[in-house]
């Protein structure tokens, strides 16, 4: 049984890594999600108060739910819960929310990329979705149980993967603590250039090297494939390239033209 408030998966990037943080947010995220069937609330929740129920659910059997899941695959526009950290004329929907006052929250493009259901237990439905960043799970269980015709709402949530970073591979928050108290001895950090695998890489001669750790440009050829593939926002022929010399993350570039413009420089002049 899903642990309702447990988070999952979190990325944690440290020391010169942060710089690289709005990389890894538009990665793709894995949930897995529990949601209620026959009954809305204004948090789209099990925390908020209820705001419609029905019996409908009784009708509904496992080949209607998969059904339905499927229909809500692709790219498509959802409305933010009320209860959350979208802003409203620069304050958060959730703070206007608890003040009573009255608002609407403007659609946002996401993308569901699959669910799957995993379970059916009435009137609970287990499932495994990937969704693009920005996607709020909440709802689309609400939308999944209007689809469906009786309501819904979420009861249960787990991030599971952040793009091909997965949960099982990940420290507690436990361990997390005693390493850092311990100067950081025993925690499994992944080096810049390996948290970047997905994304295509060009390796750069030592002159090309010291012209990028000055900011200068290089000529964008020889780039190889993600060693990691599948998780790039944007085509490969268009997106981020890792520049790499010595075995080691020496910036990320943008593609201007035939060049590579580095926009992240780790490794100083």
């Not at 020889?222 to 080691?248: H, K, N, Q």
Request: glycine share 8%; charged share 25%; proline share 6%.
């Amino acid at each position: 049984t899903l642990d309702p408030f447990a988070s999952g998966l979190l990325l944690l990037c440290i020391g010169r890594a942060t710089r690289l943080v709005e990389y890894f947010h538009v990665l793709p995220k894995c949930y897995e999600a529990s949601l209620v069937l026959g009954r809305e609330t204004v948090t789209d929740d099990l925390t908020g108060e209820e705001t419609m129920s029905s019996d409908a659910w009784r009708e509904l059997d496992l080949t209607a739910i998969a059904e339905a899941a499927a229909a809500r695959v692709g790219n498509q526009s959802q409305v933010p819960p009320l209860y959350s950290a979208r802003k409203v004329n620069g304050r958060r929907a959730h703070r206007l929310a608890r003040a009573g006052e009255e608002f609407e929250l403007e659609p946002s493009p996401i993308t569901v990329h699959s669910i799957e259901i995993t379970a059916w237990q009435p009137p609970v439905v287990s499932l495994v979705t990937w969704v693009s960043t920005g996607t709020y799970v909440r709802a689309l269980a609400r939308d999944l149980g209007r689809d469906l015709g009786c309501g819904a709402h979420l009861s249960a949530l787990r991030r599971t993967a952040i793009g091909p970073f997965e949960v099982d591979g990940a420290v507690c928050a436990d361990e997390l603590d005693r390493a850092a108290r311990s100067s950081g001895d025993g925690l499994p950090l992944l080096t810049p250039l390996e948290a970047l695998d997905w994304l295509p890489r060009r390796l750069l001669s030592d002159s090309e090297a010291r012209e990028i750790s000055h900011g200068r440009p290089v000529v964008a050829e020889g780039i190889a494939e993600p060693r990691i593939a599948g998780f790039c926002a944007t085509p490969c022929d268009d997106g981020p390239v890792s520049l790499v010399s010595g075995g080691d993350l020496v910036a990320v570039a943008t593609r201007d033209g035939s060049l590579l413009r580095p926009v992240k420089v780790l490794r100083a002049a």
